[in-house]
T-cell receptor, first 115, second 108 residues
Framework: GAVVSQHPSRVICKSGTSVKIECRSL??????MFWYRQFPKQSLMLMAT?????????EQGVEKDKFLINHASLTLSTLTVTSAHPEDSSFYIC???????????FGQGTRLTVV | GQQLNQSPQSMFIQEGEDVSMNCTSS?????WLWYKQDPGEGPVLLIA?????ELTSNGRLTAQFGITRKDSFLNISASIPSDVGIYFC????????FGTGTSLTVIP
């Protein structure tokens, strides 16, 4: 299957700082990327959908000014958690899909801890 | 967002036993996908289904796309310890919708 690389895998940051998470499709062009948040022992919660070159579409309840998403190229999307707080600590996962492909491939996930 | 009803929520089985889990939805989907997630990792695609009634195998795994397009099941035959993990179904129409997950524990 296609490869999606997410970086970093773990990050610890101080409250009030910002953290950027990268999601790259390594062997295909990802016209659409999805960002999820996952709490322990729970399913994936969709945060936003981003299409290359356009603004991301955020799910209800997700603050777009707090979770900045940029999908500037067909192989890279970034999620920036701004002014992080301890309650933002979570597992964040991206996935990517090609326009003709109906499968989604996931990154390895990023464990964010805000102290 | 919408979530699919996935059952069972958890399973504890002996090594060598077969496993069956399923997902149901009130909406129809064009695609059903099954993923496995290990702790601290992202989900890995196991099987993708594209047509109603389709039955697809991947080694010891078999999955079917329900005729009504509102359900799918995943079977694992002759389970082994490395099958341990959380299994998610996903349905796609306009976007992906995920099941609540089935946590599988295999007892050697």
């Amino acid at each position: 299957g296609a490869v999606v690389s997410q970086h970093p895998s773990r990050v610890i940051c101080k409250s009030g700082t910002s953290v950027k998470i990268e999601c790259r499709s390594l062997d295909f062009q990802a016209t659409t990327m999805f960002w999820y948040r996952q709490f322990p022992k729970q399913s994936l919660m969709l945060m936003a959908t981003s299409n290359e070159g356009s603004k991301a579409t955020y799910e209800q309840g997700v603050e777009k000014d707090k979770f900045l998403i940029n999908h500037a190229s067909l192989t890279l999307s970034t999620l920036t958690v701004t002014s992080a707080h301890p309650e933002d600590s979570s597992f964040y996962i991206c996935s990517a899909t090609e326009v003709q492909n109906t499968e989604a491939f996931f990154g390895q996930g990023t464990r964010l801890t805000v102290v | 967002g919408q979530q699919l009803n996935q059952s069972p929520q958890s399973m504890f089985i002996q090594e060598g036993e077969d496993v069956s889990m399923n997902c149901t939805s009130s909406s129809i989907f064009n695609t059903w996908l099954w993923y496995k997630q290990d702790p601290g990792e992202g989900p890995v695609l196991l099987i993708a289904l594209y047509k109603a009634g389709e039955l697809t195998s991947n080694g010891r795994l078999t999955a079917q796309f329900g005729i009504t397009r509102k359900d799918s099941f995943l079977n694992i035959s002759a389970s082994i310890p490395s099958d341990v993990g959380i299994y998610f179904c996903a349905g796609r129409f306009d976007q992906f919708y995920f099941g609540t997950g089935t946590s599988l524990t295999v007892i050697p």
